[in-house]
Nanobody
């Protein structure tokens, strides 16, 4: 079993930056593909980004490409999402997720965190 806990959300003005963190339990962290998803009010949850076990392969939704950067630290069991040039459209609850499937482009994840709220004001 893998437990995920997100942190780092908050209120930021448009154009600002936030860094989300996700702490994972378990000694199998380095074997997991890690991802970030988000869900805005009244919308379905959508994929944001994913990273493979080594950190050398990443994948982004078109809506965040060039603005968000995913990274991981296997020694600390942590995954991060650096978010720059934020817009009000980025407002959502952001979820950390993990899966055993090594394909970073698939959307089916095995474990989910509780989410952290990100609000971008105009």
């Amino acid at each position: 079993q893998v437990q995920l806990v997100e942190s780092g959300g908050g209120l930021v003005q448009a154009g600002g930056s936030l860094r989300l963190s996700c702490a994972a339990s378990g000694r199998t962290f380095r074997n997991l593909v890690m991802g970030w998803f988000r869900q805005a009010p009244g919308k379905e949850r959508e994929f944001v980004s994913a990273i493979n076990w080594s950190g050398y392969s990443t994948y982004y939704a078109d809506s965040v490409k060039g603005r968000f950067t995913i990274s991981r630290d296997n020694a600390k069991n942590m995954v991060y999402l650096q978010m720059n040039s934020l817009t009000p459209e980025d407002t959502a609850v952001y979820y950390c997720a993990a899966k055993w499937n090594i394909d970073i482009t698939t959307m089916a994840y095995d474990y989910w965190g509780q989410g952290t709220q990100v609000t971008v004001s105009s």
